[in-house]
């Protein structure tokens, strides 16, 4: 019993790595667009080093609702109560990841990306690690279930 339970783990947690990298390396495609040019070092692993940054993302959000839920499965029981909690942890994530990216000079926004006010971040970046993280758990949930 306890094998198909660490094989059935193992699985969601490949397709969420799978599910995250598709829906991350898409966005970061398409928002590509809003940015200033990056500086050499963020030019040279754009894409595939963004997007390895975001799956890294998404299980440290799953790593702090399995903290804050006392439950490294927690994702059976996935609900509005859940919902809430990923998008707080989320929300957080997102907003650190993007503040010290930005700080760090690794990218800069042109005149088109939108801005979350009051925080000056980037509207795409900060919304790409609250909705792909929650697609990616949702959809491999129901791959793996």
């Known amino acids: 019993m306890e094998e198909s339970k660490t094989i059935k783990a193992k699985s969601l947690l490949t397709w969420i ?19 200033n040019e990056y500086n050499l070092f963020m030019k040279s692993i754009y ?15 799953y790593g702090l609702v399995a903290v804050v839920l006392k439950d490294k499965y927690w994702i059976r029981n ?45 509207l795409s970046p900060f919304l790409a690690i609250i909705i792909n993280p929650i697609l990616s758990f949702i959809l491999a949930y129901k791959i793996v279930k």
């Open 78 to 122: 996935f609900n509005f109560k859940i919902l809430l909690i990923v998008l707080i942890m989320a929300s957080l994530v997102s907003l650190t990841a993007e503040w010290v990216a930005v700080e760090l000079d690794f990218w800069s926004y042109n005149e088109q990306m939108p801005v979350v006010p009051f925080l000056d971040i980037g």
């Open 47 to 61: 894409f595939l080093g963004c997007t390895i940054g975001d799956v890294v993302l998404t299980f440290i959000i």
């Open 17 to 35: 790595a799978l599910i995250a990298f598709v829906l991350n390396f898409i966005w970061e495609n398409l928002h590509a667009g809003l940015y």
